[in-house]
């Protein structure tokens, strides 16, 4: 029941900072009660309740603020309020109006997963798909859409507002200005304050967010929680139990206004919103494998200057153990190298580029991050006829030696600006030689990739401003902040890197210190960097000709010993050449960098046992209870060689299941019918 209009109700304040008020319960009302707030003593009374700022004073424009003030302050008072408590709280429907949301029952065998501000219901069954490991990866998310909403909605008038930010979200007057100021300013016309837009609430004005493959609906519900500025999110799934579960989520969270169900082939779906007018201003795609099937209508769907956020956990296939597979649904061949992890970030960049080219538009990187067992791309997409014509020369391929690992690129195509006009010719090539001037080996071709550069320092500058001023708002802002700091301190124009450990092992050396190598490249003349993507990295402008010298000064003061090395290996011609500079590996101040010097979290350890991609969700569930115990039974199987034969009794016969066995009880492999239905079970 509503508590009556009283001054001091519910909890000793004014009756418009209760929780349950909303500005839209009656204007002539709030009006009316404005102006009877003006007339009478309560003033002093409000400004001196401690849930107001400072300084505070009783205007037209103060009034509005300070009711979404304290209405904020309130709702972080009790964060762990009863569901029964919070079931019958009202919030805001599509128009913004309040509506009472019900109460939502959890079903036999449902678990409660909570992350971030969302509370999802997840059945045990693995009928959806679940992988609380990728926590870092939502996070990270909802951080670069909240950038990417403000950025774009301050073009519309407004402003964001984040719980926790240290910024200017709430107006506070100083002391010195008093009401009369105030009055005289609005009486001079001055401009109201552009509009808000808080998380959870509606904005008519906000952006558009399509999540196309959202199996419980957990990242959507975050985006509706904790993303200020959206109109909608739709969140879909092919899966009908997820659609359902979808719809679940967001009742139970009590975001049913923002987030919509949907249940669609997700190609079709974006294919259907390819018109100007229907497009999404944010297309997140997170597939369980490769999300190849989907660019083509992601970058068709997506408005102009969109944000297209995409995931890739196929890392076999773009790491170089298939190449010919990763060609396939790339149009780039994977290397296998020490650097496959930025090469798997720019594969998919020049896939992207690729198809958007088609349609007479191109990306532009935001952010490209390498974590874990996945990579994550950032992009917006553009229409301009001009600048495609640029994506030739924006790709490179790859000529990288297999015996000492040095690479060299070839550009796709060249431009030659005029001042007035662009040229664009063939590129010539290649940059290499029939066998590699170093070791004398021979060269794979990789690629193409893309070659320019991967992140946008500026948009990640603003990243990291706002999660390292607000390291509450995720649960994983520490290593956001780590990444983010190694990823600005990037060379931006240097595509790949090479790892220390693999250039002593190349020459069978002692691993020289990480600080005395970027010292030695920084004495040389060259820029150095580390890398986000892989320990122990050196991303630098020197050409393999400079490193090479330097690693041969580093084997004169470690020295090897030569009659252990085979005439014609990569060490023995590598060593076997003077070098052509005098290398100093006197550390230098600023061969460390600041994310190394303040000890950031940058590479973590595994967080959890068994940690890594979670099983394929089943229509009918049911995921084996004991599939972690056949795990360990077949790790390291083909290391661990069996010695005694009646070990071979714990694997099943493959013969016995082909109907091919003729040795009976006497095989040697069990004919047990669980263990050859344990082969069935998907990992």
Request: hydrophobic share 40%.
């Given at each position: 029941m509503r508590p009556t209009n009283s001054a001091f109700g519910g909890l000793g304040l004014p009756f418009w900072t209760q929780p349950w008020f909303h500005p839209c319960d009656g204007i002539t009302s709030l009006h009316l009660t404005f102006m009877f707030l003006q007339k009478t003593r309560l003033p002093a009374l409000i400004a001196s309740c401690p849930l107001l700022p400072?300084?505070?004073?009783?205007?037209?424009?103060?009034?509005?603020?300070?009711?979404?003030?304290?209405?904020?302050?309130?709702?972080?008072?009790?964060?762990?309020?009863?569901?029964?408590?919070?079931?019958?709280?009202?919030?805001?429907?599509?128009?913004?109006?309040?509506?009472?949301s019900p109460a939502v029952d959890l079903l036999p065998g449902e678990t409660v997963v909570r992350e971030g501000k969302a509370a999802i219901?997840?059945?045990?069954?693995?009928?959806?798909?679940?992988?609380?490991?990728?926590?870092?990866?939502?996070?990270?998310?909802?951080?670069?859409?909240?950038?990417?909403?403000?950025d774009l909605l301050a073009q519309r008038g407004v402003k964001l507002v984040v719980p926790g930010e240290k910024e200017k979200v709430v107006v506070s007057l100083s002391e010195e200005m008093n009401e009369d100021d105030v009055q005289t300013e609005e009486n001079n016309g001055a401009q109201e304050p552009t509009l808000t837009a808080m998380a959870g609430e509606k904005c008519e004005q906000g952006i558009r967010v399509l999540e196309a493959l959202a199996a419980s609906g957990l990242r959507s519900v975050r985006f509706a929680l904790e993303v200020p500025g959206l109109q909608s999110v739709t969140a879909n799934d092919f899966s009908h139990k997820a659609a359902a579960l979808i719809a679940r989520n967001a009742q139970y969270n009590r975001?049913?206004?923002?987030?919509?169900?949907?249940?669609?082939?997700?190609?079709?779906?974006?294919?259907?919103?390819?018109?100007?007018?229907?497009?999404?201003?944010?297309?997140?795609?997170?597939?369980?494998?490769?999300?190849?099937?989907?660019?083509?209508?992601?970058?068709?769907?997506?408005?102009?200057?969109?944000?297209?956020?995409?995931?890739?956990?196929?890392?076999?296939?773009?790491?170089?153990?298939c190449g010919e597979t990763c060609y396939g649904k790339y149009g780039s061949v994977?290397?296998?190298?020490?650097?496959?992890?930025?090469?798997?970030?720019?594969?998919?960049?020049?896939?992207?580029?690729?198809?958007?080219?088609?349609?007479q538009r191109y990306i532009q990187p935001l952010l490209s991050i390498s974590a874990d067992f996945y990579i994550r791309v950032f992009v917006r997409v553009f229409t301009g006829q001009a600048t495609v014509k640029n994506s030739a020369s924006k790709q490179a391929l790859v000529y990288n030696c297999v015996g000492c690992g040095s690479f060299h690129f070839q550009r796709m195509g060249r431009r030659i600006d005029n001042g007035k006009n662009m040229k664009y010719c063939a590129a010539t090539g290649p940059p290499v030689g029939l066998e590699c001037e170093h070791c004398?080996?021979?060269?794979?071709?990789?690629?193409?990739?893309?070659?320019?550069?991967?992140?946008?320092?500026?948009?990640?500058?603003?990243?990291?401003?706002?999660?390292?001023?607000?390291?509450?708002?995720?649960?994983?802002?520490?290593?956001?902040?780590?990444?983010?700091?190694?990823?600005?301190?990037?060379?931006?124009?240097?595509?790949?890197?090479?790892?220390?450990?693999?250039?002593s092992s190349i020459i069978k050396s002692e691993t020289p210190p990480l600080l005395q190598i970027r010292s030695a490249l920084l004495h040389a003349g060259y820029r150095v960097s580390l890398s986000h993507a892989r320990k122990n990295a050196v991303k630098t402008d020197a050409p393999p000709a400079a490193i090479w010298d330097i690693m041969r000064c580093w084997e004169k003061t470690n020295p090897v010993k030569r009659e252990r090395l085979s005439p014609g290996s990569p060490a023995f011609n590598i060593l076997?050449?003077?070098?052509?500079?005098?290398a100093c590996f006197t550390i230098r101040e600023d061969a460390n960098p600041e994310s190394r010097k303040h000890h950031l979290t940058r590479f973590q350890l595994n967080p959890q046992p068994f940690w890594g991609p979670k099983a394929r969700a089943k229509a009918g569930g049911g995921i084996s209870s004991d599939l972690q115990d056949k795990r360990k039974k077949c790790q390291n199987k083909r290391e661990n060689k069996i010695t005694d034969s009646s070990q071979l009794k714990n694997f099943p016969c493959k013969k016995f299941k082909q109907g091919t066995c003729t040795h009976g009880g006497d095989c040697c492999y069990s004919h047990d019918v669980e263990l050859k239905s344990e082969e069935k079970i998907d990992e």
């Open positions: 400072s300084g505070f004073s009783l205007t037209r424009k103060t009034f509005w603020l300070s009711v979404a003030a304290a209405r904020r302050r309130l709702s972080s008072m009790d964060p762990e309020e009863p569901a029964e408590a919070s079931a019958s709280r009202t919030g805001p429907d599509a128009t913004g109006c309040a509506e009472k219901l997840f059945p045990n069954a693995n009928e959806v798909f679940y992988n609380p490991v990728q926590e870092f990866n939502r996070d990270v998310t909802c951080a670069v859409v909240t950038e990417f909403a403000r975001v049913s206004h923002l987030v919509q169900a949907s249940c669609k082939d997700a190609s079709m779906l974006m294919y259907e919103m390819r018109g100007k007018n229907e497009r999404y201003d944010v297309i997140d795609v997170d597939p369980y494998g490769s999300p190849a099937s989907f660019l083509d209508a992601a970058v068709q769907a997506v408005s102009e200057g969109g944000l297209l956020c995409i995931t890739c956990t196929d890392m076999a296939v773009m790491a170089g153990n994977s290397l296998k190298a020490k650097y496959c992890h930025e090469m798997a970030l720019r594969i998919i960049l020049h896939s992207l580029d690729q198809r958007a080219s088609v349609y004398g080996q021979r060269h794979q071709l990789g690629g193409p990739i893309w070659a320019e550069p991967i992140h946008d320092l500026g948009f990640v500058q603003k990243v990291l401003a706002a999660v390292s001023g607000n390291p509450s708002r995720f649960g994983t802002s520490k290593r956001i902040a780590g990444m983010l700091s190694m990823v600005a301190e990037e060379l931006q124009d240097v595509p790949l890197y090479y790892t220390v450990d693999n250039l076997s050449t003077e070098p052509s500079l005098e």
